[in-house]
């Protein structure tokens, strides 16, 4: 597509549910990655993809956050059993290759709200 | 990990004025990158910088890439209502990972 395609772009969850938070990036893009924006704060790395492969999943908060990318292209994020300090817009980003010296495009967001 | 210093952490200003931020860091960029973020949206490239001592503009915006490959600039002049959003730096380290190191970001309000 055009740009990095983010769904839902917002999800409300009871504590304790799991979500799954999907990103579809920029046709060509081999490397996607993940961010989580909490509110009024930057922009906290989670997990990078180099095809289907994570080379660095050091920003995942824990063991209930995991991700997924197949065919080299769609990815998705899961949080099991969710708690309110996951609430956050989750972004999504690709580029070309890593280290892309164009930056990544990113997508608009999943804004995450847990109840 | 590594930490990108973005200051101010907002700005208030009227429209018509200029407006200049600043990242730094303690370990050498190879690239600079200057991104806008509106309300509900991602962040987008305004600026990408990549040789010490460059400056670039896009418009209104020019921003710099500092001598000692440690710190970056961005000025906006002659604000307009529309320049309102968070304004974050970003680059690659020198020998670092694949991965693009934020700033906290500078949450610009510009008032008519």
């Known amino acids: 597509g055009a740009g990095v395609s983010q769904s839902p772009s917002n999800k409300v969850t009871e504590k304790g549910k799991d979500v799954e938070l999907r990103c579809d990036p920029i046709?060509?893009?081999?490397?996607l990655y993940w961010y989580r924006q909490s509110l009024g704060q930057g922009l906290e790395f989670l997990i990078y993809?180099?095809?289907?492969?994570?080379?660095?999943k050091s920003g995942l908060p824990s063991d209930r956050f995991s991700a997924e990318r197949t065919g080299g292209s769609v990815s998705t994020l899961t949080i099991q059993r969710t708690q309110q300090e996951d609430s956050a817009v989750y972004l999504c980003a690709s580029s070309p290759s890593p280290t892309g010296r164009n930056g990544y495009t990113f997508g608009s967001g999943t804004r995450l709200t847990v109840v | 990990g590594q930490q990108l210093n973005q200051s101010p952490q907002s700005m208030f200003i009227q429209e018509g004025e200029d407006v200049s931020m600043n990242c730094t860091s303690s370990s050498i960029f190879n690239t600079w990158l200057w991104y806008k973020q509106e309300p509900g949206e991602g962040p987008v490239l305004l600026i990408a910088?990549?040789?010490?001592?460059e400056l670039t503009s896009n418009g209104r915006l020019t921003a710099q890439f500092g001598i000692t490959r440690k710190d970056s600039f961005l000025n906006i002049s002659a604000s307009i209502p529309s320049d309102v959003g968070i304004y974050f730096c970003?680059?690659?380290?020198?020998?670092?990972?694949?991965?693009?190191?934020f700033g906290k970001g500078t949450k610009l309000t510009v008032n008519p």
């Open positions: 993809f180099q095809g289907n492969s994570a080379p660095d």
């Open positions: 970003a680059g690659y380290t020198q020998g670092g990972s694949e991965k693009l190191v």
């Open positions: 046709s060509g893009h081999t490397a």
């Open positions: 910088l990549y040789k010490a001592g």
